[in-house]
């Protein structure tokens, strides 16, 4: 009764958002909670600040009076979803400024139903995780272990605790590329709880990424979201998408440990660190640009693996021709302005300078008339282009850039300054434009991982994509490659790769989980057929209505191999039909039927 007196104060204190609020129901919800909440020190989200207020302490209670401050959407906690105390405070979130808070449950809704209280599934991190304690700052660098290891000893203030009987098995995937997408995909959240932890909430569909460089498909054509591969990420009670990146993995207490991002990078100051436990987790986060670690290359390329990346291009590149157009420009500065220079003769590089010779061509030309004899490509490839081709394909790949006004040189890049790069041979290349395109690496997070490893720094993994000697572990797509036990060959980092390993690990531990065999320490074991990987073929497009199609399994093997405009057919058809979603087919088709019909769209946004 004594703490029921205190309590009526305050809420005659907030009455004037108490009568706003059309539900009496939520007011004794709220009430309740009030009355009911541990002995703790208490944390009043910055959101339900009011914007004049006083602070009242009553006991180990701190509540906050005054007129309330409009509300910014936030997203439910995951920890305890139906528990009556954090509905009770989802609602009365919404209908007055003054309430007392856990700091361990923090439900905020945007509106007193309940029912978005339920479908508020998507979750980002900042919002997930409480305001930091006083413990200070985290430091923006988690490149070594030790930093690593600190971190997230002393720093770790939230997260989902160990599954609990009668739930169901809970399977965390680090990434949302081609490999952890298709995995997510084609697991059964019936027999799941699935929790993804990616820097980025969606899937990029790589092959038809250069086009988006040059306005030949919109970036939204390549992106799909992660919650629409997997629905039961937004629909199902306990499955999570969580925007952050996983900095070190507790393989004895089955936690991986991670830090809240913001536009794809940690470095904010605002950074949550988080830990999540596992039953079963998947690390797919991918690979890294490889730079060989010569000067420069991070601080003047742009790299070719995200859509913003591709946003990064177009801006530069639309900027260069604009700049180019500004009187007293001298002749050597529109040459250097205009000139753009690509290092790198594989797929990615030589589709990229493709289309780049066409939108010069088709774009440039028509637009940008006066400027149309100093643009220009530069190829550059330490080795052969296309090196994995059929020999045939690379001839006509060459014969067709050269044609298409593509410059090749073969060199080797020594360093990377602002404005130009230097080769071995001791000449020197200006460039307004460079795009870095050699290839993918082990990322530095890999790096950092006490995991075996495969011979070319990798992830190592068995013939059942399993990490030995770590128990409920698995590696698939670019970070993973076969141990030398194994016997296997190293398989290139490729979409196909990735997308297969996806599809049947994902087979494989439905199985598991369909024999009870889904939780963590699990003595059960199910072991189907190891994987296997069998080479469909490359295909590449070289420009305006010409591409390479190679469907030899091998170097070593002989298949069919076409090159010209029947190939560019087969590669439209292939990819249009290997888009994820229906969606994502008709904006893919529709942008190359208007840029056919009006041409690129050159708006620099």
């Known amino acids: 009764m004594a703490m029921r007196n205190l309590i009526k104060p305050v809420f005659a204190a907030s009455s004037g958002s108490l009568k706003s609020h059309k539900n009496s129901k939520s007011i004794f919800a709220a009430k309740h909670y009030a009355e009911n909440a541990l002995s703790r020190p208490c944390i009043l989200p910055e959101a339900l600040r009011p914007a004049s207020s006083s602070q009242l302490q009553i006991g180990n209670f701190s509540f906050c009076t005054g007129t309330a401050k409009p509300l910014r959407p936030f997203s439910v906690s995951p920890f305890k979803r139906d528990h009556p105390t954090c509905s009770a405070q989802s609602t009365m979130a919404f209908g007055f400024s003054g309430m007392p808070m856990r700091n361990y449950h923090v439900a905020i809704a945007k509106s007193q139903s309940l029912e978005y209280h339920r479908n508020c599934r998507v979750l980002h991190t900042e919002q997930l995780i409480q305001e930091q304690s006083e413990k200070g700052k985290l430091n923006d660098s988690f490149e070594s272990k ?31 590329g081609w490999a952890g997408s298709r995995l ?43 919650v629409r591969i997997q629905p039961a990420l937004s629909e199902s009670p306990n499955s999570y998408f969580l925007l952050g990146r996983c900095i070190n993995i507790d393989p004895k207490k089955h936690e991986v440990h991670c830090v809240s991002v913001e536009n794809g990078s940690s470095s904010s100051t605002h950074k949550k660190v988080f830990s999540v436990s596992y039953d079963k987790l998947v690390i797919a986060s991918g690979a890294e640009a490889l730079t060989f670690n010569i000067d420069g290359v991070h601080d003047n390329a742009i790299f070719l693996r995200d859509v913003s990346d591709a946003q990064s291009i177009r801006k530069k590149l639309l900027l260069n021709l604009m700049l180019s157009d500004i009187p007293g420009t001298s002749e050597e500065e529109k040459r250097r302005l205009l000139h753009c220079v690509v290092v790198g003769g594989g797929p990615t590089g030589v589709e990229f300078s493709g289309e780049l010779s066409d939108f010069i061509k088709r774009d440039v ?7 149309q004899n100093y643009i220009h490509v530069t190829l550059i490839e330490a080795n052969e282009i296309l090196s994995s ?49 050699t290839g993918v690496g082990p990322s530095s997070f890999v790096k950092s991982l006490s995991l075996p490893k495969s011979p070319g720094g990798r992830i190592g993994v068995d013939e059942y994509l399993k990490v030995p000697g770590f128990e ?38 439905n199985r598991i ?19 296997v990987y069998t080479h469909l073929g490359s295909m590449a497009s070289v420009g305006r209505y010409k591409a390479l199609v190679d469907l030899r399994q091998d170097k070593e093997t002989k298949g069919y191999a076409w090159a010209g405009f ?19 087919r008709f904006y893919v088709a529709v942008n190359w039927a208007t840029t056919f019909v009006f041409g690129r769209d050159i708006s620099r946004i």
């Not at 030309?365 to 400027?371: E, L, P, S, T």
């Not at 041979?425 to 200006?430: A, C, K, L, T």
């Not at 439209?572 to 229906?582: E, F």
Request: proline share 6%; hydrophobic share 40%.
């Open 146 to 176: 030790e930093q690593t290891r600190e971190v997230t000893e002393k720093k770790i203030e939230g997260g989902l605790p160990a599954t609990k009987p009668g739930e169901k098995p809970r399977i965390v995937v680090l990434g949302t």
């Open 365 to 371: 030309h028509q637009r940008y008339a006066h400027v």
């Open 513 to 531: 989980a369909k024999a009870s065999g889904g939780y963590a320490g699990s003595t059960v074991s199910v072991e189907g057929p190891p994987f």
């Open 472 to 509: 409920d572990m698995y590696a698939i797509g670019d970070c993973a490659g076969f141990v030398e036990s194994v016997g296997k060959p190293v398989l290139p980092a490729l979409a196909q790769v990735a997308e297969r390993q996806g599809k049947y690990l994902a087979k494989e531990l």
């Open 389 to 437: 081709f059929d020999v045939g394909l690379r001839v006509y790949a060459i014969k067709h850039l050269t044609k298409a006004g593509v410059k090749l040189v073969k060199g080797v890049v020594t360093g990377v300054k602002p404005g130009f790069i230097s080769l071995s041979d001791g000449s020197r290349v200006p460039y307004g434009l460079l795009v870095w395109s």
């Open 184 to 226: 997510m995909k084609d697991l059964n959240s019936d027999l799941y709880d699935i929790v993804c932890i990616s820097p980025r909430n969606h899937m990029v569909f790589t092959p038809l990424l250069a086009s988006t460089c040059v306005g030949t498909l919109e970036f939204r054509s390549v992106a799909e979201p992660i």
């Open 566 to 584: 029947l190939s560019w057919i087969i590669w439209r058809s292939a990819y249009l039909t290997r888009v994820v979603s229906w969606r994502n």
